[in-house]
Protein backbone atom coordinates (compact mmCIF):
# COMPACT_ATOMS: atom_id res chain seq x y z
CA UNK A 1 0.00 0.00 0.00
CA UNK A 2 3.14 2.00 -0.11
CA UNK A 3 2.97 2.94 -3.75
CA UNK A 4 5.92 4.63 -5.70
CA UNK A 5 8.06 7.15 -3.67
CA UNK A 6 8.45 10.57 -6.24
CA UNK A 7 12.02 11.07 -4.45
CA UNK A 8 14.34 9.62 -2.62
CA UNK A 9 13.88 9.28 1.22
CA UNK A 10 15.05 11.82 3.55
CA UNK A 11 14.65 14.60 0.61
CA UNK A 12 11.49 16.80 0.90
CA UNK A 13 10.61 18.86 -1.12
CA UNK A 14 9.46 22.17 -0.06
CA UNK A 15 6.54 24.29 -1.29
CA UNK A 16 6.72 27.01 -3.76
CA UNK A 17 7.80 29.74 -1.47
CA UNK A 18 8.11 28.15 1.52
CA UNK A 19 10.37 29.38 4.70
CA UNK A 20 13.05 27.00 4.75
CA UNK A 21 13.88 26.03 8.44
CA UNK A 22 16.63 28.07 10.26
CA UNK A 23 17.63 26.97 13.78
CA UNK A 24 20.09 28.74 16.10
CA UNK A 25 22.54 25.93 16.98
CA UNK A 26 24.83 27.95 20.08
CA UNK A 27 24.19 31.27 22.11
CA UNK A 28 26.07 32.74 24.46
CA UNK A 29 26.06 32.65 28.52
CA UNK A 30 25.14 36.56 28.37
CA UNK A 31 22.14 35.54 26.28
CA UNK A 32 20.85 32.68 28.09
CA UNK A 33 21.16 35.19 31.35
CA UNK A 34 18.80 37.56 29.27
CA UNK A 35 16.66 35.22 28.34
CA UNK A 36 16.27 33.70 31.80
CA UNK A 37 15.62 37.28 33.03
CA UNK A 38 12.96 38.38 30.49
CA UNK A 39 11.00 35.24 31.10
CA UNK A 40 8.49 36.48 33.67
CA UNK A 41 6.70 33.10 34.16
CA UNK A 42 8.92 31.38 36.80
CA UNK A 43 7.58 27.96 35.03
CA UNK A 44 9.25 29.39 31.97
CA UNK A 45 12.49 30.83 34.07
CA UNK A 46 13.04 27.09 35.58
CA UNK A 47 13.22 25.51 31.52
CA UNK A 48 15.44 28.53 30.69
CA UNK A 49 17.64 27.81 33.58
CA UNK A 50 17.73 23.38 33.40
CA UNK A 51 18.53 23.50 29.72
CA UNK A 52 20.83 26.72 29.51
CA UNK A 53 22.91 26.45 33.46
CA UNK A 54 22.28 22.56 33.71
CA UNK A 55 21.93 21.31 30.14
CA UNK A 56 18.67 18.87 31.18
CA UNK A 57 16.98 17.61 27.64
CA UNK A 58 13.24 18.84 26.98
CA UNK A 59 11.72 15.16 28.15
CA UNK A 60 13.82 15.46 31.37
CA UNK A 61 12.39 19.01 32.33
CA UNK A 62 8.98 18.44 31.92
CA UNK A 63 9.28 15.38 33.51
CA UNK A 64 11.47 16.90 36.53
CA UNK A 65 10.52 15.92 39.71
CA UNK A 66 11.27 18.25 43.12
CA UNK A 67 13.09 15.72 44.77
CA UNK A 68 15.83 15.15 41.57
CA UNK A 69 17.11 18.85 43.18
CA UNK A 70 19.42 17.94 46.05
CA UNK A 71 19.99 22.04 47.18
CA UNK A 72 22.09 21.14 50.17
CA UNK A 73 24.19 19.20 47.61
CA UNK A 74 24.05 21.68 44.93
CA UNK A 75 23.36 18.48 42.20
CA UNK A 76 20.28 17.12 40.00
CA UNK A 77 20.05 13.80 40.23
CA UNK A 78 18.67 12.48 37.21
CA UNK A 79 17.20 8.75 37.64
CA UNK A 80 17.70 6.05 35.33
CA UNK A 81 13.95 4.88 35.75
CA UNK A 82 11.23 6.84 37.37
CA UNK A 83 7.05 6.28 37.89
CA UNK A 84 5.31 9.29 37.65
CA UNK A 85 1.50 9.68 37.11
CA UNK A 86 -0.04 11.68 34.11
CA UNK A 87 -3.53 11.86 33.49
CA UNK A 88 -4.59 9.17 36.43
CA UNK A 89 -2.20 6.69 35.08
CA UNK A 90 1.21 5.54 36.60
CA UNK A 91 3.57 5.79 33.92
CA UNK A 92 7.15 4.40 33.42
CA UNK A 93 9.84 7.18 32.04
CA UNK A 94 13.51 6.53 31.37
CA UNK A 95 16.36 9.53 29.78
CA UNK A 96 17.34 9.20 26.79
CA UNK A 97 20.85 7.24 28.18
CA UNK A 98 18.80 5.16 30.39
CA UNK A 99 21.11 5.78 33.04
CA UNK A 100 21.70 7.55 36.46
CA UNK A 101 23.58 11.06 36.43
CA UNK A 102 24.24 13.91 38.19
CA UNK A 103 24.42 17.41 37.20
CA UNK A 104 25.87 20.39 39.47
CA UNK A 105 23.53 23.42 40.02
CA UNK A 106 25.20 26.83 38.88
CA UNK A 107 24.76 29.44 41.84
CA UNK A 108 22.29 31.27 40.12
CA UNK A 109 19.76 28.12 39.94
CA UNK A 110 20.31 27.60 43.20
CA UNK A 111 19.30 31.17 43.96
CA UNK A 112 16.34 30.31 41.83
CA UNK A 113 15.32 27.02 42.97
CA UNK A 114 15.45 28.05 46.89
CA UNK A 115 12.35 29.79 46.07
CA UNK A 116 10.79 28.17 43.20
CA UNK A 117 10.77 24.58 44.79
CA UNK A 118 9.31 25.81 47.97
CA UNK A 119 6.19 24.34 48.96
CA UNK A 120 6.19 22.36 45.61
CA UNK A 121 5.87 18.01 46.04
CA UNK A 122 5.71 15.81 43.08
CA UNK A 123 6.73 16.61 39.19
CA UNK A 124 8.22 20.51 39.44
CA UNK A 125 5.57 21.60 35.90
CA UNK A 126 2.67 19.68 36.87
CA UNK A 127 0.32 21.08 34.75
CA UNK A 128 -4.00 20.93 35.08
CA UNK A 129 -5.39 17.03 35.42
CA UNK A 130 -1.50 15.74 35.70
CA UNK A 131 -0.86 17.11 31.95
CA UNK A 132 3.10 17.81 31.29
CA UNK A 133 3.57 21.56 30.69
CA UNK A 134 4.13 22.29 27.02
CA UNK A 135 7.00 24.96 27.06
CA UNK A 136 7.77 25.04 23.52
CA UNK A 137 5.43 27.77 22.51
CA UNK A 138 6.47 30.44 25.37
CA UNK A 139 9.90 29.56 24.82
CA UNK A 140 9.65 30.71 20.81
CA UNK A 141 7.82 33.65 21.68
CA UNK A 142 10.34 35.19 24.61
CA UNK A 143 13.57 33.75 22.61
CA UNK A 144 11.87 35.56 19.41
CA UNK A 145 10.91 38.79 21.78
CA UNK A 146 15.14 38.75 22.83
CA UNK A 147 16.48 38.57 19.32
CA UNK A 148 17.07 34.70 18.98
CA UNK A 149 13.75 33.86 16.62
CA UNK A 150 15.55 30.76 15.58
CA UNK A 151 16.36 29.37 18.81
CA UNK A 152 15.07 26.29 19.96
CA UNK A 153 15.09 24.27 23.46
CA UNK A 154 17.34 21.51 22.53
CA UNK A 155 20.10 24.76 21.61
CA UNK A 156 20.51 25.71 24.75
CA UNK A 157 21.64 22.08 25.89
CA UNK A 158 24.25 22.21 22.88
CA UNK A 159 25.51 25.83 24.12
CA UNK A 160 25.93 24.58 28.00
CA UNK A 161 28.04 21.50 26.51
CA UNK A 162 30.09 23.65 24.18
CA UNK A 163 30.68 26.70 26.95
CA UNK A 164 31.78 23.93 29.59
CA UNK A 165 34.31 22.26 26.72
CA UNK A 166 35.16 25.45 25.65
CA UNK A 167 36.29 27.28 28.88
CA UNK A 168 39.12 24.48 29.54
CA UNK A 169 38.05 24.65 33.33
CA UNK A 170 36.44 21.12 32.74
CA UNK A 171 37.61 17.76 31.04
CA UNK A 172 35.45 16.14 28.01
CA UNK A 173 34.60 13.18 30.31
CA UNK A 174 33.06 14.96 33.44
CA UNK A 175 31.14 16.80 30.78
CA UNK A 176 30.02 13.88 28.86
CA UNK A 177 29.14 12.41 32.52
CA UNK A 178 27.29 15.32 33.55
CA UNK A 179 25.23 15.59 29.91
CA UNK A 180 24.75 11.81 30.01
CA UNK A 181 26.21 11.07 26.10
CA UNK A 182 29.36 9.60 25.20
CA UNK A 183 32.48 11.06 24.19
CA UNK A 184 31.90 10.61 20.40
CA UNK A 185 28.47 12.41 20.60
CA UNK A 186 29.54 15.11 22.44
CA UNK A 187 32.67 15.90 20.00
CA UNK A 188 30.47 14.98 16.65
CA UNK A 189 27.58 17.13 18.00
CA UNK A 190 27.11 19.00 20.94
CA UNK A 191 30.90 20.39 21.37
CA UNK A 192 30.92 23.77 18.75
CA UNK A 193 34.59 24.03 18.95
CA UNK A 194 36.55 27.89 18.34
CA UNK A 195 39.30 29.58 19.12
CA UNK A 196 38.76 31.95 22.32
CA UNK A 197 40.81 34.88 22.19
CA UNK A 198 43.80 35.01 24.75
CA UNK A 199 42.34 31.47 25.42
CA UNK A 200 46.68 30.31 24.98
CA UNK A 201 47.82 33.23 27.10
CA UNK A 202 45.83 32.27 29.80
CA UNK A 203 46.76 28.87 29.63
CA UNK A 204 50.48 29.41 29.98
CA UNK A 205 49.88 32.49 32.55
CA UNK A 206 48.65 29.77 34.54
CA UNK A 207 51.01 27.66 33.95
CA UNK A 208 53.45 29.93 34.84
CA UNK A 209 51.65 30.67 38.20
CA UNK A 210 51.78 27.01 38.89
CA UNK A 211 55.06 26.72 38.59
CA UNK A 212 55.87 29.90 40.87
CA UNK A 213 53.64 28.37 43.22
CA UNK A 214 55.66 25.11 43.29
CA UNK A 215 59.07 27.03 43.26
CA UNK A 216 58.31 28.95 46.25
CA UNK A 217 56.84 25.93 48.01
CA UNK A 218 59.79 24.23 47.30
CA UNK A 219 61.81 27.38 48.77
CA UNK A 220 59.79 26.95 52.18
CA UNK A 221 60.19 23.26 52.21
CA UNK A 222 64.03 24.09 52.27
CA UNK A 223 64.05 26.34 54.41
CA UNK A 224 62.03 23.86 57.03
CA UNK A 225 64.17 21.40 56.83
CA UNK A 226 67.33 23.73 57.84
CA UNK A 227 65.89 24.51 60.16
CA UNK A 228 65.35 21.37 61.42
CA UNK A 229 68.72 20.63 61.29
CA UNK A 230 69.66 22.97 62.59
CA UNK A 231 67.86 22.54 65.41
CA UNK A 232 68.95 18.69 66.18
CA UNK A 233 72.27 19.91 65.71
CA UNK A 234 72.40 21.68 68.98
Known amino acids: FLGYVGSLPGRIKRAAGARPERREGVVSMTAINEMIEAA ?17 RAGEIKRAAVSWFDLRRKVISIPAWAEMEIKGKSVAWRPKDSEAREIPISAPFLSFLEGFLSGKEGRVLCGRQGCLYDFRLPFGKLAKAVGHPDLFPHALRHSWITQLCNSGNHSIQEVAAWSG ?54
Request: net charge positive.
Open 40 to 56: KDPRLRFVFYCAGHAGM
Open 181 to 234: DCLATIEANYWHKRAEPGALDKTLAGVRESEERARKLEELLAIAQSQTRAAHTY
